[in-house]
């Protein structure tokens, strides 16, 4: 006797269209805009499995199909953030007039600006990733590196250095990475006490200042 096996039963039978692996990918999905909801509002401390799955209108059962925990969910939360960011800066950088201090504000303000219209965002991002785990921490550390890399190689050179001038693009990159994190979590935890442009013009002053001369008088040019 012939036993014929569907093509579709290792991919699961489909409901609504759908096949299983598409289901899947909707429900982890919705964890992750769970996510967000609940880490931007509870913190990672005061989110439970119960109420990321509420949040997403779906069981524990389908929490577990898709994450091994809540650390796991936040690291793709993390992650998802980072790159949707990512993708909002370059959009405005690109859609930014040619000149080098037109273009750095375009990208500030993008930044800035997603921190002051999501709060949630600016949680997650400045205050809950510290303090979660050893992979989490790497996580952040990897993923500053990662951003500090796609900004050098999205406008070539930030830096364009003098010969002999003593500095280094990519640590000066870094630092003017560092300062912009460390500039919106101080507005993020002061309340957005400062106005949103004031913001953006002081975090530019310091690319600016950077671009113009470096410790021994002489000029770099910000290559943006």
Request: proline letters at 2%; glycine letters at 8%.
């Amino acid at each position: 006797m012939t036993t014929r096996t569907s093509s579709s039963s290792s991919r699961g039978r489909a409901y609504g269209g759908r096949s299983l692996d598409e289901r899947r990918s909707k429900r982890r999905a919705q964890f992750v805009e769970a996510g967000i909801a609940v880490f931007g509002r509870d913190g990672f401390r005061g989110a439970t499995v119960k109420s990321l799955c509420r949040e997403a209108g779906l069981t524990e059962r389908y929490f577990y199909e898709s994450f091994a925990n809540s650390e796991a969910l936040f690291a793709e939360v993390y992650k998802t953030l980072v790159k949707r960011l990512e993708d909002d800066v370059v959009a405005a950088i690109d859609a930014a007039p040619a000149e080098p201090e037109a273009t750095a504000r375009a990208g500030l303000h993008v930044f800035f600006e997603t921190m002051y219209r999501q709060p949630g965002t600016a949680r997650i991002l400045l205050i809950e990733i510290f303090g979660i785990s050893g992979d989490i921490d790497r996580l952040y550390r990897e993923t500053t590196q990662n951003f500090t890399r796609m900004l050098q190689e999205l406008v070539g050179s930030i830096f364009a250095l003098g010969e002999g001038s003593g500095t280094d693009a990519r640590i000066l990159s870094t630092g003017l990475v560092g300062s912009t994190i460390h500039i919106a979590m101080y507005w993020t935890l002061n309340r957005y006490g400062d106005p949103l442009e004031v913001v953006v013009e002081s975090s530019l002053a310091l690319y600016v200042a950077m671009a113009r001369q470096d410790e021994n008088g002489k000029t770099i040019r910000l290559a943006l």
